[in-house]
């Protein structure tokens, strides 16, 4: 059963960046057709797709957060890390990872979904 958790830190104050990594156990970021991507949600906005890295490494971004948002991983520890620059009291959300075994950016074919953390930007 493939788990993914969130890590980070609660608070960010503004213009600093944002970094969340996702641990991601029974099974691994590199199998193929594999997709890893970052969701939030915010009061108000609800749900918004961030961006994603393929099991290839391959990225692909919101065109609004592209020039903010980047993703890597570290496929020796089988995480996938966010970081999104210049942040404002607007970033402040609640942030997934998750994966999904097709490629796509519709939210609802993600198949696996961490716990969510808790973002919070105040000066």
């Known amino acids: 059963q493939v788990q993914l958790q969130e890590s980070g830190p609660g608070l960010v104050k503004p213009s600093q960046t944002l970094s969340l990594t996702c641990t991601v156990s029974?099974?691994?970021?590199?199998?193929?057709?594999?997709?890893w991507g970052w969701i939030r949600h915010s009061p108000g906005k609800g749900l918004e797709w961030m961006g994603r890295?393929?099991?290839?490494?391959?990225?692909y971004y919101k065109p609004s957060l592209e020039s903010r948002t980047s993703i890597s991983r570290d496929t020796s520890r089988n995480q996938f890390t966010l970081q999104l620059s210049s942040v404002t009291p607007e970033d402040t959300a609640v942030y997934y990872c998750?994966?999904?075994?097709?490629?796509?950016?519709?939210?609802?074919?993600?198949?696996?979904w961490g716990q969510g953390a808790q973002v919070t930007v105040v000066s």
């Open positions: 029974g099974g691994s970021i590199t199998n193929n057709f594999h997709y």
């Open positions: 890295i393929s099991y290839s490494g391959l990225t």
């Open positions: 998750a994966g999904r075994r097709t490629a796509g950016r519709l939210i609802r074919g993600y198949d696996y």
